[in-house]
């Protein structure tokens, strides 16, 4: 959805500021950042092709199937493989290997009638709806939010010596902040660039912020939109920010975390992003 750089002209340089407010502060040269400057970033609306609805999760169509329930006074035949049955989703999920992994299952990447129960029973604990065991990506990040909720940065990934710092996992797709190590914002999701505009890694700063910006290059609201790499912002989406395949390089969050963000963001606080977004 709406990725930023509010530019009128497509050729402008990607670390342009938004053109829409020409007197808008331009952030310093950061030679320490290793990542290559990319695009701007301007994120059109979500993809067009059918995705879960905020809140409705994992994007694959029911398949059908509770578990198999042989005719009464009889065994199923002894090598037949086992049908997922009718709530119980057959295809193999988006997110399955890492959905696995989480589950203790064997990791082979592709659905079973045990995988589909084991997910679909995850799915019923935690509220995820539809609940037909599918590892699709909101079953995948919400995995990653329950691991995350206690110790977010376990690995030391994210500087913990440069006070407030907003971490953003490409990996993971979560975004966080801590102060020190004393984490002030919990694990989020977020939806970074797609493959070919890449959100940018390295340490950043919040340099301008528009709470209702419009981006003109892609005629898109961007709301609570808080610049740290050019034209690369933290900002809402109206849409849903697991549909694939990314933004133009902002860090898309839902509504309610981006006005969070917001109001808790200042103008010269740290961001630091790494990792690697799947399918870049």
């Not at 829409?20 to 059109?44: I, L, T």
């Not at 691991?147 to 710092?165: H, K, M, Q, S, W």
Request: with cysteine.
């Amino acid at each position: 959805m709406g990725d930023q750089a509010a530019d009128d002209d497509p050729a402008a340089t990607p670390d342009e500021s938004p053109a829409d407010d020409a007197e808008a502060p331009r952030p310093e040269p950061e030679p320490a950042d290793p990542s290559p400057s990319g695009p701007a970033s301007a994120d059109p609306a979500p993809s067009a092709e059918p995705t879960p609805s905020a809140g409705a999760p994992d994007d694959a169509e029911p398949s059908g199937n509770p578990e198999t329930d042989p005719a009464a006074g009889s065994d199923p035949e002894p090598d037949a493989p086992a049908a997922p049955g009718p709530d119980c989703a057959a295809e193999t999920g988006s997110h399955q290997r890492e959905v696995e992994e989480y589950l203790g299952l064997p990791v082979d990447g592709e659905q079973s009638v045990e995988d589909c129960r084991a997910i679909r029973d995850f799915q019923r604990e935690h509220g995820i709806e539809p609940d037909e065991g599918y590892a699709g990506p909101i079953t995948w990040s919400s995995m990653q939010q329950l691991e995350l909720a206690e110790n977010p940065n376990a690995d030391g990934a994210c500087p913990t010596d440069l006070g407030r710092i907003a971490c953003v996992d490409l990996t993971r797709q979560v975004m966080w902040v801590q102060d020190g190590e004393e984490v002030v914002f919990a694990p989020v999701p977020v939806r970074t660039g797609r493959d070919g505009y890449e959100t940018r890694t390295g340490l950043k700063q919040v340099y301008w912020k528009s709470e209702d910006h419009w981006s003109t290059l892609y005629d898109v609201e961007m709301p609570y939109a808080q610049f740290f790499d050019g034209g690369q912002a933290f900002h809402a989406i109206t849409g849903d920010i697991y549909s694939p395949p990314g933004s133009h390089g902002c860090v898309n969050m839902r509504h309610e975390d981006a006005r969070a963000l917001w109001d808790l963001l200042d103008n010269g606080d740290d961001v630091y992003v790494w990792g690697t977004k799947p399918g870049t």
